[in-house]
């Protein structure tokens, strides 16, 4: 009994590591088919296994459950590995020379819509897609918690006009 509770924990942890956005499997030809036939756009990551900015955005950006199911209404995902010919291919197709590079597709006519570069946090993405789609934006200012350190007045002061207040003094 605990051996098939053990188990059943284990494949709890495995289902829910996998991403929160969904990226379709397949070929660049059936993402955009079915972008096309549900009326959405495609939204493309192009990735590697040995880009740094990539795996921190699979870790922290296309984990967020909100995000997730944001794409999952509005857009077909889907992931290009440059390091594959066919990944290349679409690579060079849409000049996509800096990893990570986001692109977002209008299926009819494969304009490009939207392109990224580099890392992007939650709300960076979340912001230009909801700009992309014409949708209000929310901005929610951070709150400064306890840990962070009081801004020093003095520091707003430019630093020659701080120098010469301590020469002065």
Do not use: H
Not at 48 to 54: G, I, L, R, S
Not at 59 to 82: C, E, H, P, W
Not at 108 to 113: L, M, R
Request: with cysteine; proline share 5%; aromatic share 10%.
């Amino acid at each position: 009994m605990k051996f098939r509770f053990l188990i059943f924990l284990f494949l709890v942890g495995i289902s829910s590591a996998k991403a929160q956005i969904n990226f379709v499997s397949g070929t660049y030809e059936e993402a955009l088919a079915k972008a096309s036939a549900e009326g959405k756009l495609l939204f493309i990551d192009f990735r590697a296994d040995w880009c740094k900015p990539c795996l921190e955005m699979e870790k922290t950006t296309f984990q967020d459950v909100d995000l997730g199911n944001y794409m999952a209404d509005n857009f077909i995902s889907y992931k290009v590995d440059v390091d594959y010919f066919d990944g290349m291919d679409l690579q060079e197709k849409f000049n996509a020379s800096v990893l990570p590079t986001l692109l977002v597709i209008d299926p009819i006519d494969e304009a490009v819509q939207l392109r990224l570069i580099g890392l992007k946090t939650k709300s960076e993405l979340e912001t230009e897609l909801k700009k992309l789609r014409n949708e209000p934006i929310v901005v929610v200012e951070p709150t400064p918690t306890e840990t962070e350190p009081a801004e020093n007045p003095s520091k707003r002061k430019c630093f020659l006009r701080r120098w010469l207040d301590k020469i002065t003094e």
